[in-house]
């Protein structure tokens, strides 16, 4: 016989089965004070919705959780050019590629409409008929054929205001060059052989806040000058003696001195207040541009050589704005590198040392600044660094050994890492999924409005040369940094272009408009940053004018549609913190970025 209690525990638990079974929606929930989440979905006659096990665990997590490691996909088998040069263009949407015409040779031709072909030797009537820059299509992957006339080999450029491409130096008659093009799909190239006072072959050129440019530096130029308005030349430079004095000669005796370097290619950066940093070898100075005096000297970074051919990495790491701030700060990342004299072992014996393996940060804006160390998960040099949409920077390309210059490395680092700069000191690296082309010396790459990283390039020889260990490199590839995740997509918003401002003004608010894939998605402003990226001009592993801005935000103004936002945020002060021009303009969502849209400050 049951007890009186029995009876009642089994009562109970037939009741609860029947209550938590599908058909208990038909009756209210006595526990609703308890459960009031649930109550509503039942008592408003709606099935609770089954939820798979991947999708629970996606909406669980943010980029930030993800254990995906990234994908490399190969988008072109001939990029027509050898990618020593890359910049992504605004306003077309695609990305400038080009290389040298000393070679007089690539893999596409010049079309007809093109001709007549460059005369090389008017004496002999030689003429080269390829092509030697191109547009290359992001989407497609379809090649355009533009014509060189000057040696563009080993030079610099950036970005105006108008988003076209000014180019500077190059080698022999191109060096003393300057060449503009204008963002259109028919435009091509205009040339000015006299436009630069000094020849600038390995120099460095940065956009000023005015968006007129610097040039610094070059093989035996220990100078810097202002790029002229169009068509027009300077007549002198200015001498900086920083260039001269990092120069790394070995001396072999009897006379004899190879010459090493280390000061080509500097590392240039726009501070935010306005000055100009400028690293060569393993010192660095803060110029100012207005007064063209030196304003500060920082330490030494110890530990080897970080300029072309030692060639190591460098960024201004993305500067945080808040709304009304007057202080910016700043911080500059070199990483990678060689020994001093590793470039004589490798061009003269063909013994390549161990890449450096450490990093150097400091904080610019700040006057008595010292570099903090920070350690690589692996040896680099020759490397790129990008900076992501969500402000993390990606290390990618390069070799574990050697330096710069043909033949002069080894050990192609194929692994990606991904560096963290607001994370802990001790977990800010992490290595993704390797490639399986080596892009050593003259690779390149581009961050795209998709979020996915191009990367191009690699040609150790002096040459197209294809029956090599490391043969010229043609193929194209595309990175998806861990952001995308497929698991993560259900974050990524749309930005509704047609809809947000697309010009803004220095300090004043503006709004973008985006969509979420779910109607229901409540924005935190927490979990949004904007990003403001200036494409850099990438070449010999140095990313010029690269620059990701993430901007205050004022207001968050949810579901003011179906599934629609809008968010209000302050534009940069400056144009020292943001030089006038052209920006992919990212909204990140929990470490998500939307696809951009070009953005214009001025």
């Known amino acids: 016989m049951y007890t009186p209690f029995a009876v009642m525990l089994k009562v109970l638990y037939i009741f609860s089965l029947f209550f938590f079974s599908g058909y208990a929606n038909i009756f209210s929930n006595p526990f609703h004070k308890l459960f009031p989440d649930r109550v509503s979905t039942f008592e408003n006659g709606l099935k609770p919705k089954k939820i798979s096990k991947l999708e629970s665990e996606s909406k669980a997590i943010s980029a930030d959780k993800t254990d995906y490691n990234g994908n490399w996909e190969l988008v072109t088998d001939n990029s027509g050019v050898s990618a020593m040069h890359v910049i992504l263009l605004p306003k077309i949407n695609k990305v400038l590629m080009y ?50 006339e000057t040696d563009t080999w080993c030079s610099s450029g950036g970005l105006t205001v108008d988003g076209n491409l000014v180019s500077t130096g190059g080698y022999g008659g191109g060096a003393n060059t300057a060449r503009y093009l204008t963002s259109c799909d028919t435009c091509d190239w205009k040339e000015y052989p006299t436009a630069l006072a000094d020849p600038r072959w390995y120099s460095t050129q940065v956009t000023l806040p005015n968006g007129t440019f610097i040039v610094v530096g070059g093989r035996g130029a220990f100078s810097y000058e202002y790029i002229p308005p169009e068509g027009q030349s300077n007549k002198k430079s200015i001498f900086l003696p920083l260039l001269r004095d990092t120069l790394d000669n070995l001396d072999l005796g009897r006379k004899n001195v190879f010459r090493i370097e280390n000061n080509l290619y500097p590392f240039v950066h726009l501070s935010p207040d306005g000055n100009i940093f400028i690293f060569s070898n393993n010192r660095s100075i803060l110029l100012d541009p207005n007064t063209n005096k ?187 940094p861990p952001y995308l995740d497929p698991s993560l997509a259900w974050l990524r918003l749309e930005i509704i272009v047609q809809s947000s401002d697309k010009v803004i003004s220095y300090g004043k608010s503006f709004s973008v408009q985006v969509k979420s894939k779910e109607m229901s998605t409540v924005l935190n402003m927490h979990d949004i940053r904007l990003s403001m990226y200036a494409p850099p001009f990438t070449t010999h592993g140095i990313s010029m004018n690269q620059r990701l801005l993430i901007l205050g935000l004022v207001n968050v103004d949810n579901n003011v549609g179906n599934g629609i936002h809008t968010i209000v945020a302050e534009a940069p002060p400056s144009g020292s913190v943001a030089p006038p021009g052209y920006y992919l303009f990212y909204v990140v969502n929990k470490g998500v970025p939307s696809i951009a849209m070009w953005i214009q400050i001025k």
């Open 294 to 480: 030196v304003v500060h000297e920082f330490p030494v970074l110890h530990g080897g050589s970080r300029n072309y051919p030692a060639s190591a990495m460098s960024v201004i790491l993305p500067i945080k704005l808040h709304v009304g701030t007057k202080v910016i700060n700043a911080d500059v990342l070199i990483c990678g590198g060689a020994k001093w004299d590793a470039f004589y072992y490798a061009e003269a014996k063909k013994q390549f040392m161990p890449a450096l393996q450490d990093c150097g940060r400091i904080k610019i804006t700040k006057k008595n600044a010292v570099w903090k160390t920070e350690r690589m998960p692996s040896p680099r040099v020759m490397g790129d660094m990008a900076i992501l949409p969500t402000g993390d920077v990606l290390m990618v390309n390069g070799a574990k050994t050697g330096t710069s210059a043909w033949h002069d490395a080894e050990d192609p680092n194929l692994i990606p890492v991904l560096y963290k700069p607001k994370g802990p000191r001790d977990q800010r690296f992490k290595e993704l999924a390797a490639s399986t082309i080596p892009r050593m010396y003259h690779s390149s790459y581009a961050v795209l409005p998709d979020g996915k990283v191009l990367i191009a390039g690699s040609n150790t020889n002096d040459g197209y040369v294809y029956n090599v260990k490391y043969p010229t490199e043609l193929r194209v590839e595309k990175f998806s």
């Open 99 to 148: 290389d040298a015409t000393v070679w007089r040779i690539s893999k596409i031709q010049l079309p007809p409409e093109k001709m007549p072909c460059h005369l090389v030797n008017p004496e002999k009537n030689e003429r080269d008929c390829w092509a030697h820059s191109v547009l290359f299509d992001i989407e497609t992957s379809q090649l355009k054929a533009l014509k060189l």
